[in-house]
């Protein structure tokens, strides 16, 4: 062989090793991130999953990428995009915004790890068989914010003692609504307060029940957890404003937004828990062993600025509990 086809041969030949090398490589893992919320209304949530993932070791779009997916609060949309993520064969199925996600996830697959994050009871729920040993496919964090409503009716009726009627927007297409309207009646019942129930799951459902709110002359408002009612946060919250409505909700973003009153989890944390868990998979854990996460801390935010523009006194003892007080 002549020196400049040797030359030439070898030339090749380093050329066409990072090619085989980057051809052996394994390839990079895909989370499927399925939620009932929207992205514009998800973003601070989605920076605090990503923390989550990078405490495990994975950053986006270096070693591991995420497929999104999101249904806007339309329920509806939620199996087909499941699907669509199972069939894409993802390395683990994170979901969001409450029940409706992961109730889709786990029909979708049996053998997909599932982390999940919703607002009831996984085990009622048929997610997982125990909160210590989850079995199966499927672990996560439940907030427990669709069973906290008797403690918001408790504090509305604080924030407005002596009010005639409260109303109650309820989502009855949400898996927790009977539960949910169950214990808010028990607990109306029990302090003797008198409540009118508005349902809405629609964006034409929720116009017909500001109206139905507004006819029955409602004095406050109590806005039950689901992920419907925090895409449509800002509509909810402008009605409540326009009718001069003392409202409860259940997360911080609410109160920041111009909500009266919130009271729930740290969502915020809860999605970094989501990533956390996510990124355990990744490296090997098997969800049936990953005991379900719960909240330890509630936060009570009160917003005084629109408390002053409805004419609404806080109590010393209301402002005491607080953890938060927007000015």
């Known amino acids: 062989m002549k020196r400049r086809e040797f030359i030439t041969l070898l030339g090749g030949a380093v050329v066409a090793w ?22 514009e209304d998800s973003a601070h949530l989605v920076v605090a999953f990503r923390r989550g993932l990078a405490e495990g070791g994975f950053i986006e779009g270096q070693n591991v990428t995420v497929e999104f997916r999101w249904a806007r609060g339309q329920y ?13 064969r993802v390395s683990v199925l994170t979901t969001a915004g409450g029940d409706p996600a992961a109730l889709a996830a786990k029909r979708a ?36 914010t669709t069973l906290m409503e008797p403690k918001r009716l408790g504090l509305l009726r604080e924030l407005v003692p002596g ?53 029955e002359r409602v004095a406050a408002l109590l806005v039950t957890a689901n992920s419907y009612f925090d895409v449509r946060r800002d509509r909810i919250i402008g009605f409540a404003q326009q009718q001069r409505l003392p ?15 919130s009271y729930g989890v740290d969502i915020v944390d809860a999605y970094r828990q ?9 490296k090997g854990a098997n969800p049936a062993d990953l005991p379900i ?5 509630f936060e009570l935010v009160i917003n005084l600025k629109t408390a002053k523009a409805l004419s609404v006194k806080i109590s010393d003892n209301l402002l005491s509990l607080a953890d938060e007080v927007i000015e």
């Open 18 to 39: 990072p090619l085989a090398a980057r051809a052996q490589q394994p390839a990079m893992p895909v989370i499927g991130f399925l939620s009932a919320r929207s992205p």
């Open 76 to 88: 509806d949309l939620l199996p087909e995009m499941a699907a669509d993520l199972v069939a894409r």
């Open 109 to 144: 697959t049996s053998t997909i790890p599932i982390v999940f994050g919703l607002g009831g009871d996984p085990v009622s729920a048929g997610l997982v068989e125990s909160f210590n040993r989850p079995g199966g496919n499927a672990t996560g964090v439940t907030l427990l």
């Open 163 to 215: 009010v005639p009627l409260v109303g109650v927007l309820l989502n009855p297409r949400f898996p927790t609504a009977p539960r949910q309207l169950q214990e808010i009646e028990e607990a109306a019942r029990t302090i003797d307060q008198r409540i009118v129930i508005a349902n809405a799951s629609t964006d034409a459902e929720l116009d017909d029940a500001f109206a139905a709110l507004t006819r």
């Open 247 to 261: 409202a409860v909700y259940q997360f911080r973003e609410y109160a920041v937004a111009g909500g009266l009153l």
């Open 274 to 282: 989501y990533g956390v868990y996510t990124a355990r998979i990744l």
């Open 293 to 297: 996460l719960q909240p330890t801390k």
